[in-house]
């Protein structure tokens, strides 16, 4: 089956600097790459997501890149702010038939002000 | 739109009692997943629903556990007996896949079990 693993497990920034986290995966036939923010109390959010088809995406502060031959993804948080602190799963799956996404350990950001 | 709701949102039972957890997904989804946080892990799945079927439920630990969603909407989750090693959060989470493609999954805020 589908191994994800992700680091750091804890990442520390000033508010403004820029945070990245990566992943690697194991399973080759995976395309589709969710990221998640859960926060304190609450579950996971999915605040952006890639296909294998797709090298780069980007949504205002936040891109993630694919590098299909190396299987590694990355998430890019740029001018970080204090409200960006939370725990971010990245997760991988096939996005044909069963959808069973297989998520990493996760990095708790913290940015402080 | 109301999000997945999931309910009680803590539980605290004692080793070898039943527990049950319930879960309203969101309106017209016809994906519903429960899936198992350990702390500091991410989501394991336990079993995912299309409509009222169990399609995957591999990974669902069946001598104790056991989940059912009559008429493809609500889901409750089971759990009898518990043990110690039963703590943690149970994530309800739905979608609405297409052909294909997966729909985006939104999770409810988790129930918390505490085994004693």
């Known amino acids: 089956g589908e191994n994800v693993e992700q680091h750091p497990s804890t990442l520390s920034v000033q508010e403004g600097d820029s945070a990245v986290i990566k992943c690697t995966y194991s399973?080759?036939?995976?395309?589709?790459f969710p990221w998640y923010k859960q926060e304190l109390g609450k579950g996971p959010q999915l605040i952006i997501d890639?296909?294998?088809?797709?090298g780069e995406k980007k949504d205002q502060r936040i891109a993630v890149t694919l590098n299909k031959t190396a299987k590694h993804f990355s998430l890019h948080i740029t001018e970080t702010q204090p409200e960006d602190s939370a725990v971010y799963f990245c997760?991988?799956?096939?996005?044909?038939?069963?959808?069973?996404?297989?998520f990493g350990r996760g990095t708790s950001l913290i940015v402080h002000p | 739109e109301a999000g997945v709701v999931q309910s009680p949102r803590y539980k605290i039972i004692e080793k070898k009692q039943p527990v049950a957890f319930w879960c309203n997904p969101i309106?017209?989804?016809?994906?519903l997943y429960w899936y198992l946080q350990n702390l500091g892990q991410g989501p394991e799945l336990l079993i995912r629903?299309?409509?009222?079927?169990?399609?995957?439920d591999s990974q669902l630990p069946k001598d104790r556990f056991s989940a059912e969603r009559l008429k493809g909407v609500d889901s409750t989750l089971k759990i009898q007996p518990a043990e110690l090693g039963d703590s943690a959060v149970y994530l309800c989470?739905?979608?609405?896949?297409?052909?294909?493609?997966?729909?985006?999954?939104?999770f409810g805020p988790g129930t918390r079990l505490t085994v004693l």
């Open positions: 890639i296909r294998s088809n797709v």
């Open positions: 997760a991988a799956s096939t996005s044909g038939g069963s959808y069973i996404p297989t």
């Open positions: 309106s017209g989804h016809n994906t």
């Open positions: 989470a739905s979608s609405l896949a297409g052909q294909g493609a997966p729909g985006e999954q939104f």
């Open positions: 399973d080759s036939a995976s395309n589709y």
């Open positions: 629903y299309e409509n009222e079927e169990a399609v995957d």
